[in-house]
């Protein structure tokens, strides 16, 4: 066993600390334990850089008593530090104001069934052999072409967590999970200048990624297709958002959709609920109990069951992301989404992005985008990009120095195809995205 504690430990630890909370007067409490280890050795140009292991746990605990909130976490998991930590929270908890919110998710809302969605597979990987892959990964960038000159390096990681989560409903609950990953970054460089990329590949189960070798040649070739990059004049042009960026822009709606920014008023997509913001063909679906898919879960931050949903159907908002807590400043029930969405897919309308390149014509490929322009309060967008100009549906010639930009209310209403071709490596399967119309800012 890897880990300090055994599953039944942990669920024994929170049932105690739960019992603790009710012994100080609280009304309800929720506590949640976790557990975390991990490794990360990391190479440049041969040589060994950084090599760093991680081991952490916690307890944070929640007490409330009526309709006060007191919150108090420690890293000790003895006897004493429980009960130091308990009379914290309800000592703050005694000292706020009151919230109307406030207090556990309700009780028939907790989860039943507890499946597992195997996301735990264990890497029995040492320093040298982790070290060694990294080695791999890079020296097979180095050697893909002699205009690869240099090297940022390569990285191998692997990590382990556990998770205990109960509360005063009676509802407690343990899930575990990997997470490994291999990346490689290079520079390449002929007469035009110089240009970096990068390529990694992670999954639960360390045998589901690419090999260090493929990692590292795909690396090396991103880098290479960048070389001889220009600006391009300004003017309005269909833009494609490559597979590897795409996410991003379905993130600033489920940003928008959420329960959080949605009771501040701080949201574009207020009372969107029976509202268009997508294409009639387009759906956005929630699955959260996909095998070996980092988001996948069986209940959420407060014990909530999961379960598929449409979140857009038809263009069409049918649901938000809310806690408990939001679902209630709303007036609404909670959609089990407290610590966020699990696995999103939009559904798609082309099987290749040369499909969608076909469709576009002559327009922007967008492979990179830089900095936070993006504010989902007013739907404005605006990000420094780089990637390709594409000509009579070809990709003509490498660009960066520009900056793409639109209101993400226009932009999301003029898509006009999403490709078969999300990165297996991600929890959202989202494919490349054409829009039919952006601002782009070139030379």
């Given at each position: 066993?890897?880990?300090?504690?055994?599953?039944?430990?942990?669920?024994?630890?929170?049932?105690?600390?739960?019992?603790?909370a009710?012994?100080?007067?609280?009304?309800?409490?929720?506590?949640?334990?976790?557990?975390?280890?991990?490794?990360?050795?990391?190479?440049?140009?041969?040589?060994?850089?950084?090599?760093?292991?991680?081991?952490?746990?916690?307890?944070?605990?929640?007490?409330?008593?009526?309709?006060?909130?007191?919150?108090?976490?420690?890293?000790?998991?003895?006897?004493?530090?429980?009960?130091?930590?308990?009379?914290?929270?309800?000592?703050?908890?005694?000292?706020t104001?009151?919230d109307?919110?406030?207090?556990?998710?309700?009780?028939?809302?907790?989860?039943?069934h507890?499946?597992?969605?195997?996301?735990?597979?264990?890497?029995?990987?040492?320093?040298?052999?982790?070290?060694?892959?990294?080695?791999?990964?890079?020296q097979?960038?180095?050697?893909?072409?002699?205009?690869?000159?240099?090297?940022?390096?390569?990285?191998?990681?692997?990590?382990?967590?556990?998770?205990?989560?109960?509360?005063?409903?009676?509802?407690?609950?343990?899930?575990?999970?990997?997470?490994?990953?291999?990346?490689?970054?290079?520079?390449a460089?002929?007469?035009?200048?110089?240009?970096?990329?990068?390529?990694?590949?992670?999954?639960?189960?360390?045998?589901?990624?690419?090999s260090?070798?493929?990692?590292?040649?795909?690396?090396?070739?991103?880098?290479?297709?960048?070389?001889?990059?220009?600006?391009?004049?300004?003017?309005?042009?269909?833009?494609?958002?490559?597979?590897?960026?795409?996410?991003?822009?379905?993130?600033?709606?489920?940003?928008?959709?959420s329960?959080?920014?949605?009771?501040?008023?701080?949201?574009?997509?207020?009372?969107?609920?029976?509202?268009k913001?997508?294409?009639?063909?387009?759906?956005?679906?929630?699955?959260?109990?996909?095998?070996?898919?980092?988001?996948?879960?069986?209940?959420?931050?407060?014990?909530v069951?999961?379960a598929?949903?449409?979140?857009?159907?038809?263009?069409i908002?049918?649901?938000?992301?809310?806690?408990?807590?939001?679902?209630?400043?709303?007036g609404?029930?909670?959609?089990?989404?407290?610590?966020?969405?699990?696995?999103?897919?939009?559904?798609?309308?082309?099987?290749?992005?040369?499909?969608?390149?076909?469709?576009?014509?002559?327009?922007?490929?967008?492979?990179?985008?830089?900095?936070?322009?993006?504010?989902?309060?007013?739907?404005?967008?605006?990000?420094?990009?780089?990637?390709?100009?594409?000509?009579?549906?070809?990709?003509?010639y490498?660009?960066?120095?520009?900056?793409?930009?639109?209101?993400?209310?226009?932009?999301?209403?003029?898509?006009?195809?999403?490709?078969?071709?999300?990165?297996?490596?991600?929890?959202?399967?989202?494919?490349?995205i054409?829009?039919?119309?952006?601002?782009?800012?070139?030379?």
């Open positions: 066993m890897l880990f300090n504690h055994t599953a039944s430990e942990l669920l024994d630890l929170c049932r105690r600390t739960l019992d603790l009710k012994a100080t007067g609280a009304t309800a409490a929720e506590a949640d334990f976790s557990e975390s280890l991990g490794q990360s050795v990391s190479v440049r140009l041969g040589e060994i850089e950084q090599i760093e292991f991680q081991q952490d746990k916690s307890l944070d605990i929640t007490v409330y008593v009526g309709k006060r909130k007191g919150r108090a976490g420690t890293a000790d998991f003895s006897e004493q530090a429980l009960r130091d930590t308990v009379r914290a929270a309800a000592d703050i908890a005694r000292h104001a009151e109307g919110c406030a207090g556990l998710a309700d009780p028939e809302l907790m989860a039943q507890i499946g597992d969605p195997d996301l735990y597979h264990e890497w029995d990987l040492d320093t040298e052999a982790a070290v060694g892959f990294a080695k791999q990964c890079e097979a960038a180095l050697n893909e072409d002699e205009r690869i000159e240099n090297s940022e390096g390569a990285a191998v990681q692997t990590g382990h967590y556990q998770y205990v989560y109960g509360n005063t409903h009676g509802f407690a609950a343990h899930r575990q999970g990997t997470h490994h990953s291999i990346s490689c970054s290079v520079v460089a002929d007469e035009n200048g110089m240009q970096r990329d990068y390529w990694y590949d992670s999954a639960c189960r360390h045998p589901d990624m690419d260090p070798e493929t990692i590292g040649q795909t690396a090396a070739r991103r880098t290479l297709r960048r070389l001889g990059s220009r600006s391009i004049p300004t003017g309005s042009y269909p833009v494609l958002f490559d597979t590897t960026v795409s996410g991003g822009l379905i993130g600033h709606l489920v940003g928008a959709l329960g959080g920014a949605l009771y501040r008023q701080s949201s574009f997509l207020i009372d969107s609920i029976g509202k913001v997508l294409p009639d063909f387009l759906n956005l679906r929630e699955e959260p109990h996909i095998p070996r898919s980092f988001r996948s879960s069986y209940f959420d931050a407060e014990g069951a999961t598929p949903r449409f979140v857009i159907q038809n263009g908002v049918e649901g938000y992301f809310l806690s408990s807590y939001s679902a209630r400043k709303l609404m029930q909670t959609t089990g989404n407290a610590g966020g969405a699990h696995n999103l897919y939009l559904n798609h309308t082309h099987e290749t992005q040369s499909d969608l390149l076909k469709e576009m014509g002559t327009g922007l490929l967008v492979t990179e985008l830089m900095g936070q322009g993006a504010n989902t309060i007013t739907g404005d967008y605006s990000r420094g990009a780089a990637g390709f100009w594409v000509e009579n549906g070809v990709i003509a490498p660009v960066h120095e520009i900056t793409v930009a639109g209101r993400l209310q226009d932009m999301y209403r003029d898509i006009v195809g999403v490709a078969d071709d999300a990165l297996r490596r991600s929890s959202n399967k989202i494919g490349s054409l829009i039919a119309g952006m601002t782009v800012a070139g030379s």
